[in-house]
């Protein structure tokens, strides 16, 4: 590895985060013989989890973006093994302020985001990607005469022909190079791992419990994930003391916390700048509406690999790779973000929330959370 005064190491291919968007990235491209390297800050892939850990099925992510179905790479990339899955999830239940239920079925996994965010790495490094772990990126140097960006780490500099930004929310890559698009608003969130939950449904609950924003149990087998996002302008009272008296209300036995940011602003403008390409929550893929993001960084990272092999072969722009995006995936995040902020108009306290679900209906919430377009404002 290169030292930080020694002339920097050039590879082909860096991608920054080993999530599942740059693991994604770098199985592909190292399995058509591309050098790659991903650089991951964490000591360890996948851990801490900053998720609620549902992992969509490829039914539930082929019915949210039907053009995903052409793709056979990808189906076969989603034939995860049964024993990183954890528990199977049929039923999503989205409770009202007054605990109405509304129902309907699902095609998820309540996971264990190390051993899954773990999987994927893995199957990067078996074709050949190398994964560095324990090194972060810092600081990006622009050296016009040589026409050349200097990517510094902890542990030394690279150079790259192509740089795949997999940093997650915060799109570290675009934030230190000062250019590129980066996603904008930010849902705070924290979830625990909980023990003494014992259905088996993903469950969603609405109203002062958290906020113009929600609540989730995300069962996983013995263990399930608990969470709360809140509208950044309801953090008056702490998130954790909102999660501690949700978790007490319900009895559940807290084990550990965690939390994170979920870019809720919907897909940037181009995800591609010069030779960087932005892939996952860096290019803003996390569905509004429902906070989800795992499947669209997968797809995300599949498409940004395809353009930079058909750059390399056919001459092709790498702002293909943002037509794709759009093309697959823009309008359901855009009728998302939609859905989300007639929420945030509507559901300002539980009289209005309990309405505005009740006018939506079983329905309307299932489409909303879709990313389809609720039947109400059609
Ligand atoms: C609390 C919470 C609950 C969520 N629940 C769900 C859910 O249930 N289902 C779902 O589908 N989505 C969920 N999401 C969203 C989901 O977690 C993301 O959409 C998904 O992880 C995006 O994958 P990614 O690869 O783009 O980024 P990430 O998974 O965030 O990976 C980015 C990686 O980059 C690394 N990194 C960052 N900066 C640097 C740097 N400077 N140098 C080197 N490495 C760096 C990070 O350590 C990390 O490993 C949730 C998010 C949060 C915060």
């Known amino acids: 590895m290169s030292h930080s005064n020694s002339e920097p190491e050039h590879r082909q291919v860096l991608v920054v985060g080993a999530g599942p968007a740059g693991s994604t990235v770098a199985k592909r491209l190292a399995e058509e013989g591309?050098?790659?390297?991903?650089?991951?800050?964490?000591?360890?892939?996948?851990?801490?989890?900053?998720?609620?850990?549902?992992?969509?099925?490829?039914?539930?992510?082929?019915?949210?973006f039907p053009l995903v179905k052409e793709d056979a790479w990808l189906e076969d990339y989603w034939d995860f093994p049964s024993h990183i899955l954890g528990q199977y999830l049929e039923w999503m239940r989205i409770f009202s302020p007054s605990m109405k239920e509304y129902g309907f079925e699902l095609d998820c996994y309540g996971a264990h985001r190390l051993q899954f965010d773990g999987y994927l790495a893995d199957q990067a490094e078996s074709k050949g990607a190398e994964i560095q772990t324990g090194?972060?990126?810092?600081?990006?140097?622009?050296?016009?005469?040589?026409?050349?960006?200097?990517?510094?780490?902890?542990k030394g500099s690279f150079t790259a022909d192509y740089v795949i930004d997999a940093s997650g929310s915060l799109a570290h890559v675009a934030r230190l190079r000062g250019k590129g698009d980066r996603p904008k608003l930010q849902l705070p969130t924290i979830y625990a791992q909980v023990t003494g939950h014992d259905s088996d449904s993903f469950d969603i609950f609405m109203g002062s419990v958290a906020p113009r924003g929600y609540a989730w149990i995300i069962p996983k087998g013995e263990i399930a994930n608990?969470?709360?996002?809140?509208?950044?302008?309801?953090?008056?009272?702490?998130?954790?003391?909102?999660?501690?008296?949700?978790?007490?209300?319900?009895?559940?036995?807290?084990?550990?916390?965690?939390?994170?940011?979920?870019?809720?602003?919907?897909?940037?403008?181009?995800?591609v700048d010069g030779n960087v390409l932005a892939v996952g929550d860096a290019a803003g893929l996390v569905m509004p509406s429902n906070g989800g993001g795992i499947g669209q960084a997968i797809v995300s990272g599949k498409f940004a690999a395809d353009a930079i092999i058909s750059n390399l072969e056919n001459d092709l722009p790498l702002t293909n790779y943002n037509k794709i995006l759009n093309k697959t995936m823009a309008k359901q995040l855009k009728i998302s973000r939609r859905s989300k902020n007639l929420f945030w108009t509507f559901c300002r306290n539980d009289l209005t929330t309990e309405l505005a679900m009740g006018i939506l209906g079983t329905n309307g919430l299932r489409r909303a959370v879709d990313c389809r377009r609720p039947l109400i404002i059609l």
């Open 135 to 154: 090194i972060e990126l810092r600081k990006i140097q622009n050296q016009t005469k040589l026409n050349r960006e200097i990517y510094r780490t902890n």
């Open 34 to 64: 591309l050098d790659v390297l991903v650089i991951e800050r964490r000591q360890t892939v996948g851990n801490p989890a900053q998720c609620g850990e549902c992992i969509p099925g490829w039914g539930e992510m082929s019915d949210a």
């Open 226 to 271: 608990v969470g709360i996002g809140v509208h950044y302008n309801s953090l008056e009272i702490p998130l954790k003391q909102r999660l501690d008296s949700f978790c007490e209300g319900l009895g559940l036995n807290i084990q550990s916390y965690g939390g994170g940011w979920i870019p809720l602003g919907g897909k940037v403008k181009s995800a």
